[in-house]
T-cell receptor, first 115, second 113 residues
């Protein structure tokens, strides 16, 4: 069964550094998402992406964040200058939004720790 | 705006007992509803979903959920819990046009032997 993959599984970085989290969505999917989950808290929507542009973003997704689909398979989340509060699990998801409704398939996540 | 409430932060049941996890949602139109399970340190696994049609939906691992529009609820049930069901359970609501899913705070399930 096709699945969403994410790399790396864990990343430790220093405050102020840039990080890029990578995702490979399911191959025929057209809609892509990033969510984050701070330890012990609920999953929060960050951004949705379709047709090479952002469809919607939350208030969390400020100017420090950016997304890109650099080629036909990868979908990346960049945090330009990380802060301590960016420490979280970041989930990528993709969907094909069929007529039957949308099901988002989540990747295993990247655990980011900012020191 | 869409929102989800999971009233129970933590539930403990004995192995073999029945389980019901509550979920209430707020959404202006017909919602798309989901239940996910998350084991410690793991990603989100979709248990089941409701888009339309039969209000009782069956999912994986023996779970089912019932959509009740009048109560704005989508409670998750399982007739007999196994120790491996211990995990965090998230209810989520989505919208066809908006795309994003809004998650509840989650319910932690502990299973006693």
């Amino acid at each position: 069964e096709p699945e969403v993959t994410q790399t790396p599984s864990h990343q430790v970085t220093q405050m102020g550094q840039e990080v890029i989290l990578r995702c490979v969505p399911i191959s025929n999917h057209l809609y892509f998402y990033w969510y984050r989950q701070i330890l012990g808290q609920k999953v929060e929507f960050l951004v949705s992406f379709y047709n090479n542009e952002i469809s919607e973003k939350s208030e969390i997704f400020d100017d420090q964040f950016s997304v890109e689909r650099p080629d036909g398979s990868n979908f990346t989340l960049k945090i330009r200058s990380t802060k301590l509060e960016d420490s979280a699990m970041y989930f990528c998801a993709s969907s094909d939004r069929t007529l039957g409704g949308e099901t988002q398939y989540f990747g295993p996540g990247t655990r980011l720790l900012v020191l | 705006a869409q929102s989800v409430t999971q009233p129970d932060i933590h539930i403990t049941v004995s192995e073999g007992a029945s389980l019901e996890l509550r979920c209430n949602y707020s959404y202006g139109a017909t919602p798309y509803l989901f239940w996910y399970v998350q084991s410690p340190g793991q990603g989100l696994q979709l248990l089941l979903k409701y888009f339309s049609g039969d209000t009782l939906v069956q999912g994986i691992k023996g779970f089912e959920a019932e959509f009740k529009r009048s109560q704005s609820s989508f409670n998750l049930r399982k007739p007999s819990v196994h120790w491996s069901d211990a995990a965090e359970y998230f209810c989520a609501v989505g919208a066809y046009t908006a795309g994003k899913s809004t998650f509840g705070d989650g319910t932690t399930l502990t299973v006693k032997p």
